[in-house]
């Protein structure tokens, strides 16, 4: 449970010096995981200990190899793990060499990449839906301990271990990072043309650009800098001002002369049939497309990012980059915000959906706002006061040290309605209420039948004993937790 951690208020840290890396996304550092799954179209076979022992040792030094565990089943038996021995990581309480495990090739499944998560493959946008059709199969492979390395270290290391891993499969097509969402072409890293620090920046640092226009709360959770292009090309630095990931609007704010507000309708009104037009920045690189279709069905329930909506339904066509750009009717009035393609972003075989998008309807949208520009957020959402981790296959449980599938209590809020309530880090929810749950999803969902101050009783299981802890629900406020 190493990984686990309660949350508590954060205490200033003293000033040091900083590595290059150290201003970067603690997701995408050096410091943070490194996972990847290398995409091929046929299932390989795993090579022998002897030959990976071989080309690990050209790449990353010297390296030991484990015994193999006949204990492990599943998709983890005939994990492969080795101890780089020339890469040594210290501890408060001891040192040890640093570790990375190979698994055997599993069937890949593109499914679960929805279309946010494809809009952000910005380096292999011409090959992706390729790539995530025609490759069946994958091989999952990640590094432990190497956290503790310096980070210029880390980042070397992992770039030499990938090389590694793409000779031992010559037949992987693409390289994607669970970390960062980051696609590139295999025979990239194998040209050897990129060198040095420089590999992890461009295999696996994944930068984000949008075109800001007000706009959606996923297009800039977690940016540290949001700038808002205007139609004449002119940039402006934008000051957030609350975001609600429950209706997915984010609020900002610009100090700019002589802009143009748009008028807002009445999305109450719409019938199905009625005239849309959407305007966006597909791919993030062509501000200002318009495109056109009709209002095909109202109140349609979605559940986005995690998140049951109730959305404007429109054939209109909507890309990948559209996020957050306005949908009018025919007199021009704003209806709605973009925000997703499709209720998955594909299909079950992968392929992408056509005809199909959502926008959040604009008097949900004037709700909304006025709530985050009068208080920061929107009042009276019900939260537990913890922060949830999904653990949904063997690569995760894995990687979190579990030993079931589920949805785990991540970190809890000091002084929060679950730490009052004996929720503690670590524990696996499997109940709120009457209703099983399994998922971060899952477990939003159930809490939007409550009401603040509502007592709801979470099933939870913790060493192996089955707990039922009533949790008295608290106001969300942005500082605390689901």
């Known amino acids: 449970m190493g990984l686990f951690k309660k949350k508590k208020k954060p205490e200033p840290a003293p000033e040091e010096k900083k590595s ?3 201003e970067m996304d603690p997701s995408i550092r050096p410091g943070g995981v490194f996972m990847v799954q290398l995409l091929m179209k046929e299932k390989c076979e795993m090579p022998s200990l002897e030959h990976m022992t071989e080309v690990l040792e050209r790449h990353i030094g010297r390296v030991e190899a484990a015994q193999p565990d006949d204990k492990l089943s599943g998709s983890m038996k005939g994990l492969a793990l080795f101890a780089a021995m020339d890469h040594i990581a210290k501890f408060s309480n001891g040192q040890g060499p640093v570790q990375v495990s190979v698994m055997p090739c599993d069937t890949f499944h593109p499914e679960n990449i929805d279309e946010m998560k494809r809009s952000q493959m910005w380096d292999c946008l011409e090959d992706r839906d ?19 390395l310096d980070p210029l270290e880390r980042a070397d290391f992992d770039m030499d271990y990938l090389e590694a891993l793409l000779e031992l499969f010559p037949t992987c097509e693409a390289v994607y990072s669970l970390n960062t969402g980051k696609l590139i072409l295999a025979d990239l890293v194998r040209s050897r043309e990129v060198t040095g620090l420089d590999r992890y920046i461009r295999y696996i640092v994944n930068a984000r650009f949008f075109n800001i226009s007000g706009t959606n709360d996923h297009v800039v959770d977690g940016a540290s800098t949001i700038t808002v292009r205007t139609k004449d090309g002119e940039s402006y630095e934008a000051t957030l001002l609350g975001t609600d990931s429950k209706t997915d609007i984010a609020v900002l704010r610009i100090e700019a002369d002589g802009l143009t507000p748009a008028i807002l309708g009445d999305s109450d009104a719409l019938s199905v049939g009625e005239y849309a037009m959407a305007i966006g920045n597909p791919l993030g690189q062509l501000g200002g497309t318009v495109t056109d279709g009709i209002v095909s069905a109202l109140s349609r329930e979605v559940n986005v990012n995690g998140e049951n909506m109730t959305l404007l339904q429109t054939n209109a066509a909507i890309n990948p980059g559209n996020s957050g750009g306005g949908l009018f009717n025919e007199k021009g009035e704003l209806i709605g915000i973009v925000n997703a393609k499709s209720s998955n972003g594909a299909s079950s075989s992968g392929a992408s959906i056509e005809g199909l998008g959502f926008a959040i309807p604009v008097n949900t949208v004037k709700n909304s706002v006025q709530e985050l520009l009068d208080y920061g957020y ?3 959402r019900p939260a537990l006061g913890i922060t949830l981790l999904n653990v949904q296959n063997a690569q995760d449980a894995f990687q979190y040290r579990v030993s079931r599938l589920g949805v785990y209590v991540q970190s809890v809020t000091e002084g929060g309605a679950s730490e009052k309530a004996g929720v503690q880090v670590g524990d696996c929810i499997i109940a709120l209420g009457d209703v099983a749950v399994s998922t971060h999803a899952e477990v939003k969902s159930q809490l939007n039948n409550y009401a603040v101050g509502d007592t709801v009783q979470l099933q939870v299981i913790r060493d192996g004993r089955t707990l039922t802890l009533d949790v008295t629900l608290e106001e969300f406020k942005p500082d605390a937790e689901s």
């Open 20 to 22: 290059p890396l150290d």
């Open 130 to 148: 390729r790539i995530l059709s025609e490759c069946k199969y994958c091989v999952f492979a990640n590094d432990m301990l190497t956290g503790a």
């Open 378 to 380: 929107v009042r009276g």
